[in-house]
């Protein structure tokens, strides 16, 4: 465990390492432009408090990926499942108007169906038809996203009367989620989605049966768990969870469905789940890392005038490095703890 | 005859503390069969690999005729003339024989383009120089794996390497391919060729080497000309004791039918029979061993009991109770199984020990079953505990990944597992497949007081020598039929050879005497039922012996 969480650290600070020899490259000064990152996303409650909320759709995101990647399906579908998530909270936002303690637990349950639902489409084409769920979530990524467009479109289904961009009706005030001093709610929701899904997959039967299917399917089919079913649950599941990271952007951002909602965090789940090697707290983890990164990005621009878009490459960075020592550095660990028991049992013998 | 190859205080230690070399020095002579040793983790199929410069020694040197040499990878050890066959077999099916053995090494024509004909050629004269017999031009998707194994040795014989190490060889064939390896190999030997051979099935290891190495735990207990050894000498330096035989004390007569199949068929994706009108009946405190050549339907039999593949027709009952359509959870209720491939379908290798201990128990045993829908992993790894009690596991703790054990200690854990799920049939598919002496004892050991427990087993297996000492009757497989369903004491090793080769027809070649009646299997024991028990001697396992 301590190992694992070593190599994780590491890959990160290689990857610092190795951005800050691009930094110097281009002549600036690394422990200037890392100073001002960490300033501007870590520095104080404030800017910690947009850092977390930022984190919230790419930890959400993320452990949707993990959760499935973890347990066996392949589901690249988090940006349509974030979408249909939005769409769902936007809708019964829309539609409804209630007291803000029954209309929060509302939207949240329509984004997680509407996620779930979303991925669901994908596990009953497979089921159905032994489609893929790998190709199906994709292209429905597609579609999502051409339908959300096309719901909000200037006069379409679903667009404010009178709007001069693409976007929907505002949503309830009831719905809309506010601050904890400087802290927004989401953060608190996402919180318990994540501690909730980590209890279900470490501490319950079902999570074992997942867990082990994720490994190997044959063995866990053939010791009796219905992987079929455990399956199409993961998927739901896996797709409630970006529904969610959906409509708590529209709950505490943006109030609305807007065009091009989410296309910052499409495929930041996948990545991140990719880096954590599908580990559901590794995913918390780097989620936040990666919320800091991408939150001091434009503080750093402005301070250092070091392009935002370094943030990017520092990211690439990071997930090749972490990915590709990933074997290597346990390897190397492995190797200084043989290393260290040879001396241990050299003394011993003297 | 001079030493080839030196090998000097090899050691060599895997992390974290896993010794499977310590201090390990052996001579290869040129010319010679040499064959190396010992159980699972004994460390032969680690040194062979830092020989052949998969695997770096911490310490120790390797001298190759007189100069100690330094291997990085298998190419260099090529290059010196030191190849090795490994156990799976990794040729291209869609190529020719010719093909695959010229590939990374093809003659170059201009331009870089492959000298087709000089490359058919080379193979083809390397095939006559060495009396394989192989047709260059078959595909090698369409060859058996004896001929292919082949292949893997005309690959090296084609890079011209002096040393050949052949890691577990006759594992992959059938008893008859066997002498025809032996055959060959030797052939190789007078030709000038040196053979390393690991294995631990000590017959062929006294029938084919000239000298034996035999390593435990990593140690070189000896080495010793095979003419000057004996299969008892060799159990007792491999396992460090003398080898317990088991004595199969005679028992009641089988109870009740337990498993019952009736009429099971079963056809692939391309309408080939696989199962044809199976027939089979285990009875309670009776192992019925069945036998044949691998692929003629025992592995589709099997999927059909556990549930893995629906049979077209017929039924499979267990107690009475109907399984033929049921869910495979259900079928666990009766079924305790263990399958021919840990890695694939006994375990997942990458779960802890308690993950893998608690697997089919984590719904269908009391203790699991009445928090209902909760797990307690501290429940779990107290599971594996019993299991490592109760099945002598050697395990430190239970949540190391279970890829840490050695083989006989991960079967060990699934067989644990499964026995203490409790139920009247057991399952066994090739349950001491590289497994090594002691493990193989050990299972065979459960297997017999399994019986004595009153339950009724199906035993899979390959091994015929095993069969004989375990099973009380014993049905043969071939092309999805049972061609032959016989008390042990009424078959002879020969006729069941017979008959896994020939198929109902293997009776015509033997005359009379002490064969067994093949029936068809619709009655199961001809005799067992009625006239008592047949008497379960010791003869019966040591006239195999």
Redesign the interface.
Known sequence: MAQKLFSALAGIGIALGMGAVILVIEGRQPFEVYGALAALSLGDADKLAITLKNAVPLILTGLSASLAFASGPVNLGQPGQFLMGALAATLVGISVDLPAPLMVPLLIAAALAGGAMWAGVAALLRHAFNMSEFIVTLMLNSVAELFTAWLITIDGPLAEAGALSPRSPAIASGGRLGDIGEFNISIVVMALAALAIWYVFH???????W??AG??T?????????VDRNFFIVMLLSGALAGLAGGLLVMSGTYRLIRGIGANYAWDGVMIAVVANSALAATVLYGMFFAALQTGALGMELLTAVPSEFIQVLQAVIVLVSVASRGYLS?LL??L??RR??RHSAIARQ | MSDLIDLRHITK?F???VTALDDVSVSFQAGEIHAVVGENGAGKSTLMKVLYGLQRADRGEIVLRGQPVRFNAANDAIAAGIGMVHQEILLIPEYTVWQNVVLGAEPRARWGALDTRQARQRVRSKIDAFGLNLDPDALVGDISIAARQKVEILKLLYRNVAVLILDEPTAVLTPLEVPQLFEELRRLRDSGKTILFVSHHLEEVLELSDRVTVLRRGRKVDTVPAASTSKSDLARMMVGRELLFTTRRAARPPGEVVLRINNLSLRDGRQINRLRDVNLEVRAEEIVGIAGVEGNGQFELVNAI?G?IQPDAGAICVNGHDLTRA???ER?RHIA?V?QDRG????????SIA?NA???H???NEA?SR?????D?RQAAAFAERVRDQFAVAMSRADQPFRALSGGNQQKVILGRELLLDRPFLLLDQPTRGLDVGSTEYVREQMLSQRDARRAILLISSDLEELFSVADRIAVMHRGEIVADTPIERASLEQVGYWMLQGRDGSAGLTGGSTGSPTGGSTGSPTGGSTGSPPRSADAAGAVA
């Open positions: 501490r319950t039967r079902a999570g074992y049966e867990r082990i490994q190997n044959l063995f866990a089919r053939l010791g009796g768990c219905p390897a492995d190797r703890a043989l028991l040879h | 230690t992390p974290p503390n556990i893995l869910p495979i959870l666990r199984f399958a694939r379908m006994g375990a997942s290798v990458n779960a993950e608690i697997m089919t984590h719904r269908l699991f928090r209902r829908w909760r797990l992993m």
